[in-house]
């Protein structure tokens, strides 16, 4: 059974900060490049970060860049999203998601195409 567990989420102040983390239980993520999606009330779902398999590749969403970080420990079968700044507007379920890449292409992409979700972690910002 290939399963992906976000935890970290919460009620935080704006300008406060949240770290998820994205583990995986099943299979190794060595070999998978991740992504980090949220879905808000109303909204359709919107990529926010990706990171390749090696951790080399990352990208962000134009909206979180500079507050957001991510990265992933191997050794822990962890990916991480750290939230800093956070904004009203951020508030939504946070899903991670799966890819593998056998071919070693370095995907990191916002987009479909990814294997494996979890089943989320609400992440609400308000006083």
């Known amino acids: 059974q290939l399963q992906l567990v976000e935890s970290g989420g919460g009620l935080v102040q704006p300008g406060g900060s949240l770290r998820l983390s994205c583990a995986a239980s099943?299979?190794?993520?060595?070999?998978?490049?991740i992504g980090w999606f949220r879905q808000a009330p109303g909204k359709e779902r919107e990529g926010v970060s990706c990171?390749?398999?090696?951790?080399?590749?990352?990208d962000y969403a134009d909206s979180v860049k500079g507050r957001f970080t991510i990265s992933r420990d191997n050794a822990k079968n962890t990916v991480y999203l750290q939230m800093n700044g956070l904004k009203p507007e951020d508030t939504a379920v946070y899903y991670c998601?799966?890819?593998?890449?056998?071919?070693?292409?370095?995907?990191?992409?916002?987009?479909?195409?990814?294997?494996?979700w979890g089943q989320g972690t609400q992440v609400t910002v308000s006083s």
């Open positions: 099943g299979f190794t993520l060595d070999y998978y490049a």
């Open positions: 998601a799966a890819v593998p890449d056998s071919r070693m292409l370095r995907l990191c992409v916002l987009r479909g195409g990814y294997d494996v």
């Open positions: 990171i390749s398999r090696s951790g080399g590749r990352t």
